[in-house]
């Protein structure tokens, strides 16, 4: 809306044609129309572009409504506040302030692609039937319903007062709820006293029973509300959190669901760390059982959440005494058996060294593994676990160069039939897990036989769902069809290039450099670090990439700013590793500065543990286009990142990263972003290979590291989120 102080014109285009209007607008509420404007404008520039158009998304049409809803329609909305005279100041404020903070919702959530950017017309045109609802003293909730949470979160609120407000926000609460259920549980101190929490309760309580059982034995009010829960298996929850045990008994609610076990029996079988994880597999392999017999067994998820935490305290133990001998470093584990050894391997694929799951004293996670079982078959493993998370294992097999050990340890038949069953019915799955498994398994496998054998199964198993009419399953196998052919011959180059063609994908190979600036040319990029001992270290050892010939540093209390005085000009954020837990707090401060002085940064790099790395991704933003991970590269961390950022080119490592290969990275990253050149990951790892070819140890921890152009299990993401795409 364009002002004149202090009078303003406005210019409207109307469906019965165009007129100007002249408005007067006191220099009072100036002020909150200028408010106004800037978050136009932010929408506006957020394409990088100031021209009264807004691209949000690759259909002009689509386009053209969401450029008139935040345009002309919001100016009208204004005129029409200004023109009212039944409004006094106060409710001019509230409609004005009220449009403004919406807007500034819309905003900030496109910019985190928390909100589909086509549902402003649906925005805006709510608010001004909300606004005419109220002025009339009529409910809001009608209106609403019909809108997604996203959408309707912020704008709700601006209506407080109105009749229908508690019940639409309860409204938007539960289309919260029912989706998040994960991350609900924090969240339902203000809705305690509405009807639908009971079963939003309940339904958490059969995915993620954990979280209930945390709420329950807590002195909170939702402790209370769980407590008069009616739901049967609520109440079992409560009654497990009456034990001083509670946590490690949670996993076992089958049980004690099906009377086969009782909270005392329970409670003295688990007091001992060791039996407790043993207690765990045995337990783990009976569920199993019963999900391949068609049952949904209600403590899996737990059991999972269990058995990870604790198998990552073991491996963190290993990890921690590398430099020590075999007998040293692997005591702990010294008692387990075959299947305990199993279920430390596929829970620890987030953290495991490759010298903790194999070496060459044989004394690694995989190696004793093999070693205790009598006879050593892989396959009889495998009927040990009740094929339990297999692909995972067999991934990271391939990952860890042990599969091809693996399978000649059975029966060539039964081997087949393990890597036939291993790349089958991936279109049944919940999620794209096992066949982004599958996807990565195929680059790092190197038998040439064993390549053509899962390259002729996919072919079989896509013939086999086209033949069904299975859209889902054709997509997978579609897809991974096409990556699996195009690594066959050719260059790094040459392969990535055909392949982002055949995948109808961007360049995968390199990143052009005129996506990295913004607007005014610079180039910004955010660093996180966390506040434990390795934190300190890999801040103190990121800081000397920067010698104060060619950057500025500059630090307050909660981060770093590095300018570049050379080069084409570069700004790097770090957040200051604070002692925990004010290090999230650094984060945050930095996030709110950097979201008022409306910074998007282009790199993203993650300095930390997989357990710091959900902070570091939920500050992500859409604008993402180099994202560093380290160790993170997990198919959820995968997901999220080109969920947030779908142009994300990702970089990875199989296990623990290294500042001793993270500096050389960043450094050559920096040195081709400062020379304005495209970032060309094949000619970035040739010569960081030439660069560690001297150095063994690093070179081995360097090896692990995946670069975008061979992340298989990132392309595969892009590439179906992109047939899926076009195909709604």
């Known amino acids: 809306m364009k002002k004149i102080l202090p009078v303003i014109c406005i210019g409207l285009i109307y469906s019965g044609g165009a007129f100007a209007q002249e408005i007067k607008v006191p220099i009072h509420r100036q002020i909150f129309h200028d408010n106004i404007d800037k978050e136009q404008v932010a929408a506006d520039k957020f394409d990088g572009k100031t021209d009264n158009f807004v691209k949000a998304t690759e259909d002009e049409t689509i386009n053209l409504q969401v450029t008139n809803a935040l345009m002309k329609q919001v100016d009208a909305i204004q005129v029409e506040i200004e023109r009212d005279t039944a409004l006094d100041q106060r409710l001019k404020v509230k409609y004005l302030t009220g449009l403004q903070q919406v807007l500034k919702d819309y905003n900030t959530k496109r910019s985190f692609r928390r909100i589909e950017p086509d549902e402003a017309p649906a925005i805006v045109n709510a608010y001004r039937n909300m606004m005419h609802a109220d002025i009339q003293g009529k409910s809001i909730y009608p209106i609403a319903r019909t809108l997604s949470f996203e959408a309707g979160e912020r704008l709700v609120e601006v209506y407080k007062d109105n009749p229908g407000f508690k019940e639409a926000r309860g409204e938007m609460f539960a289309k919260y709820a029912f989706r998040n259920l994960e991350d609900i549980m924090p969240k339902l101190g203000p809705y305690l006293d509405y009807p639908v929490t009971d079963s939003v309760i309940a339904a958490v309580a059969r995915k993620y029973p954990n979280q209930v059982l945390t709420y329950a034995t807590s002195y909170t009010p939702t402790a209370s509300a769980i407590r008069r829960n009616q ?302 001992e390795d934190g300190l270290i890999s801040y103190r050892s990121f800081m000397g990439n920067f010698p104060s010939s060619e950057w500025h540093v500059t630090k307050n209390t909660y981060w770093t700013t590095i300018t570049s005085t050379k080069g084409k000009p570069t700004t790097i954020f770090a957040n200051n590793p604070l002692p925990e837990p004010e290090d999230k707090t650094a984060i945050e401060k930095l996030a709110e500065y950097l979201d008022e002085k409306d910074i998007h940064p282009t790199v993203f790099i993650h300095r930390g543990h997989s357990y710091h790395v959900n902070t570091t991704l939920d500050n992500l933003q859409s604008t993402a286009r180099i994202v560093i991970l380290g160790s993170c590269g997990g198919y959820h961390n995968l997901a999220t990142v080109l969920e947030k950022a779908p142009d994300a080119h990702i970089i990875s490592s199989k296990q623990v990263g290294t500042y001793r290969v993270n500096e050389p990275i960043i450094r050559s990253l920096e040195e081709v972003i400062r020379a304005g050149k495209d970032v060309d990951w094949v000619q970035m790892w040739v010569g960081l290979s030439k660069r560690f070819a001297g150095d063994a140890g690093s070179k081995t921890l360097f090896d692990d590291y995946v670069p975008p152009h061979k992340n298989l299990g990132a392309i595969f993401i892009k590439a179906y989120r992109q047939v899926m795409k076009e195909t709604n």
Request: without cysteine; aromatic residues 10%; proline residues 4%.
């Open 231 to 532: 739901d049967p298996l609520v109440q079992q929850i409560v009654q497990i959190g009456r034990s001083s045990q509670s946590t490690r008994l949670m996993p076992f609610i089958d049980q004690l669901l099906d009377g086969t076990t009782t909270i005392p029996e329970l409670e003295s079988a688990v007091a001992d760390d060791y039996n407790y994880f043993r207690k765990m597999v045995q337990a783990a392999i009976a569920l199993q059982k019963r999900k391949a017999n068609g049952q949904e067994p209600l403590g899996l998820k737990a059991m999972q959440e269990n058995m990870h935490a604790k198998s990552l305290r073991y491996i963190r133990e290993v990890n921690d005494l590398h430099e020590e001998g075999p007998a040293v470093r692997f005591r702990i584990v010294k008692d387990f058996t075959p299947e305990e050894l199993y279920y430390l391997i596929v829970n620890g694929q987030e953290e495991l060294y490759t010298s903790s799951y194999t070496n060459a004293a044989k004394a690694g996670l995989y190696d004793q593994m093999m070693l205790r079982m009598k006879p050593p078959r892989g396959d009889s493993l495998l009927m040990l676990v009740s094929f339990d998370r297999f692909k995972k294992f067999i991934a990271m097999a391939a990952g860890f160069n042990t599969l091809d050990h693996f399978l000649k340890s059975m029966d060539p038949e039964n081997a087949n039939y393990l890597m036939v069953k291993f790349v089958r019915s991936l279109e049944k799955t919940e999620d794209l897990e096992d066949a982004v498994d599958v996807a990565n398994s195929f680059g790092s496998i190197r038998d040439p036989k064993l390549l053509d054998f899962l390259r002729d199964e996919v072919r079989k198993n896509l013939v086999f769902v086209t033949g069904k009419k299975d859209k889902r399953g054709t997509t997978i196998y579609g897809l991974l069809n096409s990556i699996f052919s195009e690594q066959a011959g050719g260059t790094d180059s040459s392969r990535a290039s055909d392949m982002a063609a055949k995948l109808q994908l961007p360049p995968i190979n390199f990143v052009e450099f005129n996506t990295l600036p913004n607007d005014s040319g610079r180039i910004y990029q955010q660093v996180f670090f966390y506040g434990d």
